[in-house]
């Protein structure tokens, strides 16, 4: 098991590695891999790699070819690497064994870096619960209904429950609790390496959660012992506690069911386990695990980790979405940029931030652009009256008397969010994740408190959101996308993809989002920009030396109201720059 080096002993906040690729010179291949592309989390080498495949490529689609390849790269390093399995994505796994060193990391992901058939390789990193246990009843829920930092839930309730609707909770699992039991649905436990599952086996269709607790430094040296959080029951209880039963809690959207999805254990989870959860949540096939009966139109993740969306995580998230599920993840606990925290950075997902009763940002709380919106996550320090009340287990290990606690975190925010989504779906069957996210930014109210460095739309209003998307309220956005994946050649001419816009009356509006989905070694040498459809060029990026970094997953806003909406809009891609290339996945226009 790979222990966490670094994990805040108040917050559940994980500890994973940042994904940075810095230009590749004529220099020894380890050379070229930084330290965190060898590290599952910072100061915990890796013991296994996430290999995305070009989709032309035969270890693409032959389990037998990414076997044999994993062995001659393994040969090449001086190392034995074993394919593992394939995740729902269509990535390989492959494993390097416990005794690798960071250098025996290093040269075994420059062999694959080295290689034109594969688009990307990125370690198995680990995550962690994203919140801070604290430690029955409706009265006590403000976040649902108090005027200055509540949602305005209940007014929602008379337009929509959540019926209908299945919401995904990729989380530690469930365990049993009567306030929640007549919503939950068959999950799944994704975690395969039994030192995480506790459970005493991998995969299986059992997403009980046994405990999580862990010992003094039995995840990381310096790290102190924890008991079980029952993380994912909490979360769940948010999200869709039975209401009007006259006992404990109610959910924000009751007549929602729940799947729980296990992929955190001991020590945290895997990107590997968590990426084909989502997969499997969304509708996606996953090798070895049979087709979901209830699949899921919400995710919430509330879990992550340091560093950048990696390319495996992105490409299951896009495909999710593309198959019509609205993700919900947590920003994080760190009081830092969300920009250095996956997967609350990764594009096509409602990125949350945590406000406290006073509806301020709430001290622990990620922020940045990459914020999409806020909701109440808690904040105890003033006393536990001012954390999240939600549904739990009183067992300091294993499952005891089930009870109800008041926790705080961005995980306490997440599920409010997918809560709403799950009512928007109910509501309107036929919303888009596109047209749910917007909904939920566009309705928004301004922050009653401070934030300092961007907390998104502003506060999530449920029943102005939901009364907008049943017909009373703002309209939704219009999403147009285009996923056709252009190639971007090393130091050439400009690439552009087009987006043809119909059907809008007037102008674009002037904060036209433009969202970029770019793979590339070395982002510094890429110009992007928009052409308008009258062949106006708005720049996005500009060439930066400095700038060494892998990828671009972001969304970039434009001031467009001087141009006509319907028309070709294009994306232009240019490589200013030799020694590396990439390719331009998909982009989108929100309007």
């Not at 940075?20 to 020894?28: D, K, L, V």
Request: proline share 4%.
């Amino acid at each position: 098991m790979i222990s966490v080096a670094a994990v805040s002993a108040a917050l559940f906040t994980a500890a994973t590695a940042t994904v940075a690729t810095a230009q590749e010179a004529a220099a020894p291949k380890a050379a070229a891999v930084p330290t965190a592309q060898t590290e599952a989390a910072p100061g915990v080498t890796a013991e296994r790699l996430i290999v995305g495949y070009k989709s032309g490529a035969t270890e693409a689609k032959s389990n037998k070819a990414a076997e044999a390849d994993a062995t001659a790269k393994g040969k090449e390093a001086g190392e034995d690497v074993d394919f593992q399995r394939r995740l729902g994505t269509g990535a390989a796994l492959v494993d390097l064994g416990a005794d690798a060193t960071r250098a025996d990391v290093a040269d075994v992901v420059a062999e694959y870096k080295a290689d034109p058939q594969v688009a990307y390789v990125v370690p198995d990193r680990l995550n962690k619960p994203q919140a801070d246990p604290n430690d029955t009843e409706y009265a006590k829920q403000w976040d649902l209904f108090e005027a200055t930092a509540g949602m305005n839930v209940p007014g929602a309730w008379s337009t929509a429950t959540g019926s209908g609707v299945t919401v995904a909770v990729i989380d530690t699992g469930y365990v049993a609790h009567t306030d929640l039991a007549a919503n939950i649905v068959a999950g799944y436990d994704f975690i395969s390496d039994t030192a995480v599952s506790v459970d005493g086996d991998g995969r299986d269709s059992n997403p009980a959660d046994p405990g999580d607790y862990y010992a003094a430094n039995e995840c990381g040296s310096g790290i102190p012992a924890s008991n079980s959080s029952w993380h994912g029951t909490h979360v769940a209880g948010t999200i869709a506690a039975v209401t009007n039963n006259s006992k404990g809690i109610a959910g924000i959207a009751y007549g929602a069911k729940i799947s729980p999805l296990r992929v955190l254990g001991k020590c945290g989870g895997y990107d590997s386990d968590i990426i084909d959860a989502i997969t499997w949540a969304s509708g996606g096939t996953v090798s070895g695990v049979p087709a979901n009966a209830n699949v899921a139109k919400v995710i919430n993740m509330s879990l992550g980790g340091d560093g950048a969306c990696t390319s495996a995580t992105q490409s299951a998230i896009t495909a999710a979405v593309n198959r019509g599920t609205t993700i919900a993840v947590a920003a994080g606990n760190d009081n830092d940029n969300v920009a250095n925290h996956s997967p609350g950075n990764c594009n096509n997902v409602i990125s949350v931030a945590a406000t406290n009763r006073t509806g301020a940002k709430a001290s622990y709380s990620n922020y940045g652009s990459l914020v999409d919106i806020s909701a109440p996550g808690g904040q105890t320090s003033t006393g536990t009256a001012n954390g999240i009340l939600s549904t739990l287990n009183s067992g300091t290990k294993t499952p005891s008397t089930e009870n109800y606690a008041y926790y705080q975190g961005t995980s306490m925010a997440t599920p409010h969010i997918a809560g709403l989504a799950a009512l928007l779906k109910s509501a309107n069957s036929s919303l888009t994740p596109a047209q749910i996210e917007s909904a939920i930014k566009t309705n928004a109210r301004a922050l009653p408190g401070a934030c300092s460095g961007g907390c998104g739309a502003g506060l999530a209003d449920a029943a102005k959101t939901v009364a907008a998307v049943s017909g009373g309220g703002t309209t939704t956005g219009t999403t147009y996308s285009s996923t056709s994946a252009v190639a971007i050649p090393d130091n050439s001419s400009a690439i552009e993809s087009a987006i043809t816009v119909s059907g809008r009356t007037g102008n674009a509006p002037s904060a036209l989002k433009v969202a970029v989905d770019i793979t590339h070694t070395y982002r510094g040498d890429l110009v992007i920009s928009l052409v308008a459809p009258d062949g106006t060029v708005y720049a996005l990026k500009s060439a930066s030396s400095s700038d060494s970094a892998d990828n671009v997953n972001t969304t970039y806003t434009v001031d467009a109201s001087s141009e006509t909406a319907n028309g070709t809009w294009k994306l232009r891609v240019q490589d200013t720059a030799a020694q590396d290339t990439g390719t331009l996945n998909s982009w989108k226009l929100t309007f």
